[in-house]
């Protein structure tokens, strides 16, 4: 098992993950999956101040994690969104744990003290939604923090969102500030 920095070139395969969530589940609430070269440039605009993680095994691209914007003022600038997707026959196999492991180190290296996961959420699983989710992030330390009811529309039917957390490193009165990559290393 192989886990390293995304590049742009990585956008067939991770596409290739994320697709069949598009098509067939609320996890996203996206209605169509993106271009490739959509995809592409998703990649490239979150490698400019955030990590973003694939696993491969057996030379193959199993799963894909990253972290991005949480909100935009300056006063949240310790706190990321984090995004994993497996592709559906890996799960259950340790690669969302390493995964998502490596994610928070790679954060907690670059100063991110809080993680925020946005998560499709409904009170009984249906064809679309399980709840596997919201448990694999409470085993990884994430607890429940908020809940947006009927926000998303998605198969003639409305979902809820809920919004866990975990803190990442203590809270100290003067934070370290956030290590952005520079140019060179954010294309490696």
């Given at each position: 098992m192989l886990i390293r920095s995304a590049k742009p070139e990585d956008a067939p395969a991770l596409l290739g993950i994320y697709a069949p969530y598009v098509r067939d589940t609320a996890i996203t609430f996206e209605y169509e999956a993106p271009s490739e070269a959509e995809f592409a440039r998703r990649i490239s605009d979150t490698l400019k101040k955030y990590p973003y993680l694939v696993l491969e095994d057996g030379g193959e691209a199993l799963g894909y994690a990253y972290a991005g914007v949480f909100k935009g003022r300056a006063a949240y600038a310790w706190?990321?969104?984090?995004?994993?997707?497996?592709?559906?026959?890996?799960?259950?196999?340790?690669?969302?744990?390493?995964?998502?492991?490596a994610l928070e180190e790679e954060l907690k290296r670059r100063h991110f003290l809080n993680a925020y996961a946005c998560i499709t959420w409904v009170e009984q699983e249906d064809?679309?939604?399980?709840?596997?989710s919201p448990r694999f992030h409470e085993r990884m330390g994430y607890r429940l923090c908020g809940t947006f009811r009927q926000c998303g529309y998605k198969f003639g039917r409305w979902y809820d969102m809920i919004w866990m957390e975990k803190h990442l490193g203590g809270h100290a009165a003067n934070p370290e500030p956030i290590s952005f990559p520079t140019e060179k290393s954010a294309r490696q």
């Open positions: 706190s990321v969104e984090t995004t994993i997707y497996l592709r559906r026959d890996a799960h259950g196999k340790g690669y969302g744990r390493a995964l998502y492991t064809e679309y939604l399980t709840h596997l």
